[in-house]
């Protein structure tokens, strides 16, 4: 005749089932940990990337300021002198005009290397901001793939 379970029987096979499902919970729990600190890990180096960029934006841009207040105060100059040499030439009209063409193309000279440093000066400086701007696309562009990633949106 048919044989009963055992009591016990139905208590194995809840013990079994309850064992089953902590392993799956606990496979589940360290698969999620593992992804989070990957996760945490390539956001730490976009955030790392990104303090290095604006870094070197500011560097950038405290020596072109630097450089910028440095060709501002040598026109200046150049300007003074040109006035004074004006005042000079209406006051000594006559006098010493040789010597006054002289100075003039002496500072005529200055004023057109003056003026080849500071396109120089602007062409380095407009390269440099197309490079970084270029950085700032690009890293806008990664944090939009992170943005729109559904897969990083829903494990969080």
């Known amino acids: 005749m048919g044989s009963s379970p055992t009591p016990y029987a139905k208590l194995d096979i809840y013990m079994e089932l309850i064992y089953f499902i902590s392993g799956i919970l606990t496979v589940g729990t360290v698969y999620g940990v593992l992804l989070l600190r990957k996760v945490k890990s390539s956001h730490?180096?976009?955030l790392e990337e990104s303090s290095r960029?604006?870094?070197l934006t500011q560097i950038t841009q405290d020596e072109i300021a630097g450089k910028f207040?440095?060709?501002r105060d040598q026109?200046?100059?150049?300007?003074?002198?040109?006035?004074?040499?004006?005042?000079?030439?209406?006051?000594d009209a006559y006098m010493?005009?040789?010597e006054l063409n002289q100075r003039i193309t002496e500072l005529a000279k200055t004023f057109n290397k003056q003026g080849l440093n500071n396109k120089k000066l602007f062409d380095v400086a407009d390269?440099?901001?197309?490079k970084i701007n270029s950085d700032v696309q690009i890293l806008n562009?990664?944090?939009?793939k992170f943005q729109d990633d559904p897969n990083l949106k829903a494990r969080y």
């Open 44 to 46: 730490t180096e976009l």
């Open 53 to 55: 960029l604006y870094s």
């Open 69 to 71: 207040d440095s060709v």
């Open 75 to 91: 026109l200046i100059e150049v300007l003074d002198n040109n006035e004074k040499l004006r005042k000079q030439m209406s006051d």
């Open 96 to 98: 010493g005009n040789t």
């Open 127 to 130: 390269s440099q901001f197309r």
């Open 141 to 144: 562009g990664t944090i939009k």
